[in-house]
């Protein structure tokens, strides 16, 4: 079960997104983010996560052991970039989008690993990809887990070859408080 929270109008929320859509940029091409406004921003929670206190948390922390659990007790907590990848599975459908672009800045071309996994090599720069449409919710979940670094970025867009191929429309997405969640963007082109 998830729960969306809309955090466009928070200023620590934006501010913290458009770094990551200019880090984003940077692995691209020059003044890329600068062609980029984002639209709206999702944070995908499991539904029995507090939202006041997962709004006041601070953005570069974990809050996965912040989270109450139930009377004290030990709770099983589902798994978060499922959840999202669910979230970013049903955008992507609503929009008709399809191509899943996850930077992986571990993995280098030559890492034979590679040969098992779908992805894209763009200038020495290596992108897990999956069909966000056609794969479920728990395999976009598993190339986020095998993508992420010190950060999950990627982008959803129409482009089967390109991760920079950004029009209206298109998801940015990454991760916030050190990567126990998701957060899911619309971006639009500037005029």
Known sequence: ?????????LDKWADYLDRRLAEYSR???????????????????PSDWNEA???QHN?????????????????????????????LRELSAGKGLEHLFCFAEYFKPTDGVLKERPH??????????????????????????QAR????????NNNPIDPFDVKDGCIFLTDVF???VLLVSELAKNN
Do not use: C
């Open 1 to 9: 079960m998830k729960h969306i929270v809309s955090v466009h109008t």
């Open 27 to 45: 692995f691209a091409r020059d003044g890329l983010s600068t062609q980029l406004q984002i639209v709206s921003i999702e944070l995908v929670v």
């Open 53 to 55: 206190l997962v709004l």
């Open 59 to 87: 953005l570069e922390t974990r809050i996965s052991q912040s989270v109450p659990t139930a009377e004290g007790r030990w709770k099983f907590r589902p798994d978060s970039y499922e959840i999202g990848a669910d979230r």
């Open 120 to 145: 894209i090599i763009d200038h020495d720069r290596v992108f897990l990809v999956a069909n966000s449409q056609q794969d479920t919710a728990a395999d976009v979940a598993k190339v986020l887990r």
């Open 149 to 156: 670094s010190r950060r999950t970025l990627g982008i959803v």
């Open 178 to 180: 050190d990567g126990d």
